[in-house]
């Protein structure tokens, strides 16, 4: 009986060797083996994973014709049906999966900030903590690489442009004034708060048809979504005091903002160079709508409202200024049907500003400004390979000046329409077209601005962008009505190479640029006329590293900017003097749990003047932030350290112009009196 046992047992071994078969092959890429592939029978368990060298070899029982598939990230399914008998040896070449349009993002010559983003995350703590910037979105943005230290204003220079030239936009709406305003050799902050929003992206040149009227840069920012909770909290330092708060409905959210700035404190404590008859106070508030109607269709409104003050002993007079300044948009967005969505928005930013004992003693100064701006736009996803956007808008602006015996009424208004198409050429290659067409009323002209960028993206560690664009502005308002109505738009022709690296703990990125400008005015006897030029070129590296000591966050960011410009009363083309040949910032940034240390170095060369070279400027900054509790935050930062008297610039005699102090200490706390955490207090 054991020996008929052992015999069949025998028998049943030989017949199950017989009935499986072996399946063997390579995998690779066309190029190189890929290791770690999945190759399996279709709806059995039969199969292995791919060796180093791409080999896979195993048995199944299954007969006759037989599905075979391989499948591996970042490639498409392979799928082979045949015989069992005939999967011996076979040589498989995978194909990379393309990617869909809607999935890529394209970084070159922008940096991303808030959620959602893997390119370089600051979010409204990071802004608050960074450097000098002491809660301000416009200086924590000058420590990227492209912006230039002009420390008499403290306003965005970029890539050898002038202030103006870089335009901010909330939620797609242009904002007319985003300064607040100053004295002279004071710098002036942004009027947003840095908790308002949940995205900035800051281009630095190159981007597309749906934003115009920037020769150099624009600042795009989205705020918050629909707060699903009620937020409450306040914050106080030496010169500002702040409350806010939001209240949260089914389906919507309200929320407010209420700020007090007033330097009369800080300059009983600390000395400075400055004689103020009145300090420096604002008063800003801020409050939001937000409502969701459905997945699809969502409503955001803002209106905000700051009152600026101060009084400063220039020479022999006591100037004295005050501004209003008004600004309001609602946007909503919703899908309209077979794919197309749909955004329409309507601005408004209204700016008062008067001066008593501008010049001259008992003259008097006054500006009001205007903006309206109407716009709409259809977006769609037609295929994997092709995305596009068309849009319209008009801004109406007037404007008027009263100054002694000089004044003036402005008005005019300005057209324009683009159209956007992302294609995937190939796997992994991109191109982005664009055309904006603008027609100014008091021009009999329509300016058409073709834009392009190529982009290469074979992983996402790696970007290779090439950018060319034509952008186009028209000039301020004192210009354009001293000369009758005559100058025509300015432009700028942009020319860009991005090559971009990031890991999980390194971010590269190194772009060399050109811009050659067009129709800047010039001034010519008692007007100005359109025949100024000028050129920029240079080159912008930042670097970002997580990986050289645990918990430490290092930066680096340069650039080196050759500008010349022939413009406004320039007799030569020159340097403009707002223009540093060279910039620097190093920061670093240390986390010990419950306490953040920062400590950053900044450097901008020499810029000429008329009357005189300027020495380089240099500031050692640092800050500590404390987290006593997921509810208060305590912060605390001490600008130029090292007291080193920088020179901004020379007046027409030859006398420097400084700061009104060497250095600058802040010390904050913030405070939720509700269950969200501190940072969230001004959260809308």
């Known amino acids: 009986m054991k020996q008929l046992i052992a015999l069949l047992i025998m028998l049943l071994a030989a017949l199950d060797m017989t009935a499986q078969q072996t399946v063997t092959g390579q995998v690779t890429d066309g190029r190189e083996p890929l290791a770690g592939a999945n190759v399996y029978i279709y709806g059995t368990i039969d199969g292995c994973l791919t060796d180093s060298l791409g080999r896979f070899s195993f048995k199944t029982s ?72 002491c809660g301000d979105v416009v200086a924590a943005l000058q420590t990227l690489p492209g912006t230039q230290k002009v420390g008499e204003d403290g306003k965005l220079y970029v890539r050898g442009g002038e202030s103006e030239e870089c335009q901010t936009f909330v939620n797609g709406m242009h904002v007319l004034v985003p300064y607040s305003t100053n004295v002279q050799n004071s710098a002036v902050r942004g009027r947003f708060s840095p908790f308002l929003f949940k995205g900035i992206n800051f281009s630095l040149g190159g981007y597309d048809g749906e934003y115009g009227q920037a020769l150099s840069s624009v600042l795009p920012m989205e705020t918050t979504d629909m707060a699903t909770s009620d937020k409450m909290g306040v914050s106080a330092s030496l010169v500002d005091w702040n409350i806010g708060g939001t209240k949260s409905f089914q389906n919507s959210s309200l929320g407010f903002n209420v700020d007090y700035t007033s330097m009369g404190l800080y300059d009983r404590l600390f000395s400075q160079r400055m004689d103020f008859t009145r300090p420096y106070r604002k008063l800003s508030g801020e409050a939001q709508y937000k409502k969701e109607f459905s997945q699809a269709s969502i409503l955001k409104s803002y209106v905000g409202y700051d009152l600026t003050s101060v009084g400063q002993h220039v020479e022999d007079r006591s100037l004295s200024l005050k501004e209003h300044n008004f600004y309001a948009n609602v946007t909503y967005k919703t899908n309209i049907g077979q794919g197309f969505s749909l955004f329409t928005g309507m601005a408004n930013s209204t700016v008062f500003s008067d001066i008593d004992d501008a010049l001259t003693v008992g003259d008097h100064y006054h500006n009001r400004r205007n903006e309206i701006h109407l716009k709409a736009e259809l977006r769609k996803v037609f295929s994997p390979i092709l995305k596009m956007s068309a849009g319209v808008e008009d801004y109406i602006r007037n404007s008027s000046k009263r100054y002694d015996t000089s004044e003036y009424n402005l008005d005019y208004n300005l057209l324009a329409a683009h159209v956007d198409a992302q294609v995937r050429v190939v796997p992994r290659l991109f191109l982005n077209l664009s055309a904006r067409a603008e027609h100014v009323s008091y021009l009999d ?240």
């Open 62 to 133: 299954q007969t006759g014709e037989t599905t075979l598939r391989v499948s591996y990230i970042g490639f498409e399914d392979y799928v082979y049906t045949k015989d069992v008998h005939q999967m011996q040896h076979l040589t498989i070449t995978m194909k990379e999966q393309a990617t869909s349009i809607s999935e890529v993002v394209v970084t070159a010559s922008t940096f991303h900030f808030g959620k959602g983003d893997n390119i370089k995350t600051m979010d409204a703590l990071d802004v608050v903590m960074s450097g000098n910037s």
């Open 445 to 684: 002209k329509i300016q058409l601005m073709p834009r392009a960028t190529l982009s290469y993206v074979p992983n996402k560690h790696f970007q290779l962008s090439a950018m060319f664009g034509q952008y186009s502005q028209t000039a301020q308002d004192d210009y354009i009505a001293i000369s009758n109505k005559q100058l025509n738009q300015s432009t700028a022709t942009h020319g860009i190479i991005s090559m971009q690296y990031q890991t999980a703990n390194t971010l590269l990125k190194v772009e060399p640029y050109y811009k050659k400008y067009k129709g800047l005015p010039l001034h010519n006897g008692n007007t100005y006329v359109s025949d100024g030029y000028g050129t920029s070129k240079g080159l912008d590296v930042y670097l970002e590293n997580r990986s050289l000591i645990k918990n430490l966050t290092t930066t680096l960011s340069y650039s080196f900017n050759d500008s010349e410009r022939f413009y406004l009363d320039y007799t030569r083309p020159c340097t403009p003097d707002y223009a540093s040949r060279h910039n620097l910032r190093m920061s670093a940034k240390y986390s010990l749990g419950k306490v953040i240390l920062g400590l950053a170095e900044s450097y901008a060369s020499s810029r000429e003047f008329p009357t005189g070279k300027t020495p380089y400027y240099n500031s050692v900054d640092a800050n500590v932030t404390f987290l006593v509790s997921p509810k208060v935050i305590v912060y605390t930062s001490l600008n130029n350290i090292l007291g080193r008297t920088n020179v901004f610039g020379y007046d027409s005699m030859g006398s420097p112009s400084t700061a009104s102090r060497d250095r600058f200490f802040y010390i904050g706390i913030f405070v939720s009196l509700k269950s969200n955490k501190a940072y969230d207090i001004s959260n809308f």
